[in-house]
C-alpha cells in the first residue's frame, strides 16, 4: 500500500486564510488560529503555499531567501510554534518548494546581475543581439520567455514572470544549494514538501525555436530530471516523507516514473490535464464548457494507467492556481450544496491522495467580480492586456477572466458572516464575494449536513475502509458522457461510486454485485434498497457498499 493512500492534505494559501493583525493579509498566526477548524475536519498534512522571503509579483512564488520569513506573514519563530501546535493535533506541515526558478531579487541573481560568473551559472544566461531572443520560447504568464540584461549583453531564462529567473540545475552547485534548503526546513520539524512546477526544471542542452508550439516540449519532463529528483530526495533524505510534484503538461509515462516507489524520486505527483477540458483548443483564455467524454476518458486513463504500474495519484479538482470546481463543473446557483458534494465524492473516493483547498470544504465558489480593478494577479492582468490588445472587448475579456482567474480560488476564506467574511478587521488585499454571508464557516460546522459535514464523512470513511484507500479502481458506464462511476474493490469488498455531472436525472443500471449492498454515503435522502436501476437526479452522487 502506498505510505500515504490513508492520508488526506488540506492546502492553505496563508495570505488568504485569516489575518490576525488587521493588516488585511493572512498571516501565520492565523494558521496557529484555525488549526483546531482544520482538526475538527480531520486532515492528516496541511500544504502551505510559499510563506518566504518574497518581492510578492507571483504571491510568494518568487522566493527570495527560503531561510527567512517574509514579514507580512510573520516571523520564524511563528512557524516554530506553528510546527509545534501543528504536532500536538497530529498534523503535520508540509511547506512549498520553489526550484524551479527564485525571484530576481535573490541574493543569487543579485550577484548574477553583477556579471559574477559563478552565479551567472546559477541560471540560464544566453548570448544574443538586442532584438533577438535566444528562442522563440513563450513565457507561461505571456510574451517571450527571455529578458535582456544590457549591461551583460545576454539573456535570461524565465518560463514564468520576468522577475522569475530559471535555475540551472545542470549545476551541481545549485542542486547542493537546494538540497541545503530542505535539510533545514527538515530539521526545523517539517513532514513533507510540495514541489512546484518541477517537471521543468531540466531544460535541453541545446536550446532552439519552438515552430509548433510554446517551447514547452523541450524543458517539459526534460532529459535529467528523474535523476536530478531521486538525487535530491536520497540526498536529503527525504525518500519517506510525503513529497508531491506538480507536474506542469506531463505524460502518464512520467508520472508514473516520478511516483512509483521504487523509482525513489516523489510519493505522488499532480498532473493538470482534467482542468483543461473547459479549454477551447487547448486555449485556457477562451472559454466553452467542460467537456464531460475527455474528462471521464481523462480519469480513466490516468486512474487506471497509474494503477497498473504503480504509479500515485494527487487527487484535486482546486487549488490557488484554479476557479473554484463548484462553479466550474458543478451548478454554484441552482445546485450549489449537492454539486459540491458530489464532486467531493468524485474524487475523495478514487485512487490516489485527496487535497482539499481552503475553503472547498464549505463549497466557496468563484469571486464574480465586476471590474478589472478587483482582480489582482499577475498572470490575469497579463492576460486581460494581451487579450484587449488582441482586438477583444473589455466586456468579452473581463468575462473570460472572471471565469479563469487564478483569483476566484485567492478570495478570502469565508469564516462567518461579518464584513469581509471576517477574514480581517482591516481591508483585504482581496475582496471575498458577497455570498459569505450564507456561505461561511460558522455556519457549515454547526450543520451536520452541510458541506463541511460531508468532507468530515469523505475524511473518515478513507480511514474506516481500506477499500478507499488502497483498493484497485475500474471505471464504468463508458458510455453515459455526464455519468461518472466506478468500481473500487479488494478480496474483501466493493464499493460502487457514481456522480452525476449533469443538472439532468439520470438512469443507472447497476452491476449485479451491488444488488444485495447498500448505500454507504450520498448527497440525497437515502433509498436504502438497491434496486437493478438507480436515478440520479441532478448532480446527486453515491456510494455503495
Ligand atoms: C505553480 C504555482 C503557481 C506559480 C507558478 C510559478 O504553478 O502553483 O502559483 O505561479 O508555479 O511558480
Ligand atoms: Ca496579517
Not at 517551447?215 to 513529497?243: C, N, Q
Amino acid at each position: 500500500m502506498n505510505h500515504f493512500a490513508d492520508k488526506v492534505v488540506y492546502q492553505i494559501y496563508p495570505k488568504s486564510f485569516y489575518d490576525t493583525n488587521g493588516d488585511g493579509i493572512g498571516d501565520l498566526r492565523g494558521i496557529i488560529e484555525k488549526l483546531d477548524y482544520i482538526k475538527k475536519l480531520g486532515t492528516d498534512y496541511i500544504w502551505i503555499t510559499p510563506f518566504f522571503t518574497s518581492p510578492q509579483r507571483d504571491n510568494g512564488y518568487d522566493v527570495a531567501n527560503y531561510y527567512e520569513i517574509d514579514p507580512m506573514f510573520g516571523t520564524m519563530d511563528d512557524v516554530e510554534e506553528l510546527v509545534k501546535e501543528a504536532e500536538k493535533r497530529q498534523i503535520g506541515i508540509m511547506l512549498d518548494m520553489v526550484f524551479n526558478h527564485t525571484s530576481t531579487e535573490s541574493q543569487w541573481f543579485q550577484k548574477a546581475l553583477e556579471g559574477d560568473p559563478e552565479y551567472m551559472d546559477y541560471y540560464i544566461f544566453r548570448d544574443g543581439k538586442e532584438d533577438q531572443p535566444p528562442t522563440n520560447w513563450q513565457s507561461k504568464f505571456g510574451g517571450s520567455a527571455w529578458e535582456y540584461v544590457p549591461h551583460l549583453k545576454k539573456w535570461y531564462l524565465h518560463l514564468f514572470d520576468v522577475t522569475q529567473a530559471d535555475l540551472n540545475w545542470d549545476n551541481p552547485k545549485v542542486r547542493e544549494e537546494l538540497k541545503q534548503v530542505i535539510r533545514f526546513w527538515k530539521e526545523k520539524g517539517i513532514q513533507g514538501f510540495r514541489f512546484d512546477v518541477v517537471n521543468l526544471i531540466s531544460k535541453p542542452e541545446i536550446f532552439e525555436d519552438d515552430l509548433e508550439g510554446d517551447g514547452r516540449r523541450f524543458y517539459t519532463d526534460g532529459p535529467h530530471v528523474h535523476e536530478y529528483l531521486r538525487e535530491l530526495a536520497e540526498d536529503t533524505g527525504i525518500t519517506d516523507m510525503i513529497t508531491v510534484g506538480e507536474m506542469s503538461s506531463t505524460s502518464l509515462e512520467n508520472c508514473i516514473r516520478y511516483s512509483n516507489p521504487d523509482e525513489k524520486e516523489l510519493s505522488m505527483v499532480f498532473q493538470f490535464h482534467h482542468l483543461k477540458v473547459d479549454y477551447k483548443n487547448g486555449n485556457k483564455w477562451e472559454i466553452m464548457l467542460p467537456d464531460m467524454k475527455e474528462l471521464k476518458r481523462l480519469f480513466k486513463t490516468w486512474q487506471e494507467g497509474m494503477q497498473k504500474y504503480n504509479g500515485w495519484n494527487a487527487n484535486f479538482w482546486c487549488n490557488h492556481d484554479q476557479p473554484r470546481a463548484v462553479s466550474r463543473f458543478g451548478d454554484d446557483k441552482n445546485a450549489w450544496e449537492k454539486s459540491a458534494k458530489m464532486l467531493a465524492m468524485c474524487i475523495h473516493f478514487m485512487r490516489g491522495t485527496p487535497y482539499i483547498y481552503q475553503g472547498e470544504e464549505i463549497g466557496m465558489t468563484n469571486a464574480y467580480y465586476q471590474s478589472i480593478q478587483e482582480y489582482r494577479d499577475v498572470e490575469s492582468l497579463n492576460y486581460y492586456d494581451i487579450m484587449i490588445a488582441g482586438g477583444k472587448t473589455k466586456e468579452e475579456a473581463l468575462k473570460i477572466i472572471g471565469e479563469r482567474s487564478r483569483d476566484n480560488g485567492r478570495t478570502p476564506m469565508q469564516w462567518n458572516a461579518s464584513e469581509y467574511a471576517g477574514f480581517t478587521t482591516g481591508t483585504p488585499w482581496i475582496f471575498p464575494p458577497d455570498n459569505y454571508e450564507w456561505i461561511n464557516v460558522e455556519q457549515e460546522v454547526s450543520d451536520e449536513n452541510s458541506i463541511f459535514a460531508f468532507y468530515q464523512k469523505l475524511i473518515q470513511a478513507r480511514k474506516d475502509r481500506l477499500v478507499i484507500a488502497d483498493g484497485k479502481i475500474a471505471f464504468l458506464y463508458d458510455d453515459m458522457d455526464q455519468i461518472i462511476g466506478y468500481h473500487r474493490y479488494n478480496e474483501k469488498e466493493d464499493m460502487l461510486v457514481l456522480c452525476n455531472f449533469s443538472g439532468e436525472n439520470m438512469t443507472v443500471s447497476l452491476p449485479e454485485i451491488f444488488l444485495k449492498k447498500k448505500v454507504f454515503l450520498g448527497n440525497y435522502e437515502k433509498e436504502n434498497v438497491i434496486e437493478k436501476r438507480l436515478v440520479l437526479r441532478p448532480y446527486e452522487c453515491v456510494a455503495i457498499a
